[in-house]
């Protein structure tokens, strides 16, 4: 599975944004997919993560009631949409794919190059 995600940029504080994450490969379907991202200085930390049946999700305290993932199997794109956003949440996210849903870095085979969001105050 090849993933490349792309729809960053500069927003402003409380702006919605929404990442998409194109992937590649007849398997997609059967992956769980979930999106990282890493600040500055920081190591990269979970945000979010979908299983392959999409009633699965799961998201990280910081953006939970924030952020939404969701997944188009038909398209191979997962997408991450995320309101109300803040400075904090600076940072290059990226999608990546695990043969099961998880919130550990260590589960994902599969990584695609990140998108920078820069949040201005």
């Known amino acids: 599975v090849q993933l490349q995600a792309f729809g960053g940029g500069l927003v402003q504080a409380g702006g919605s944004p929404r990442l998409s994450c194109a992937a590649s490969g007849r398997t997609f379907s059967t992956y769980a997919l979930g999106w990282f991202r890493q600040a500055p200085g920081k190591d990269r930390e979970f945000v979010a993560a979908i299983g392959w049946g999409i009633s699965t999700t799961y998201y990280s305290f910081s953006v939970k009631d924030r952020f939404t993932i969701s997944r188009d199997n038909a398209k191979n794109m997962v997408y991450l949409e995320m309101n109300n956003l803040k400075p904090d949440d600076t940072a290059v996210y990226c999608c990546?794919?695990?043969?099961?849903?998880?919130?550990?870095?260590?589960?994902?085979?599969?990584w695609g190059q990140g998108t920078l969001v820069t949040v201005s105050s």
């Open positions: 990546a794919a695990a043969r099961v849903v998880s919130a550990e870095v260590r589960r994902y085979d599969y």
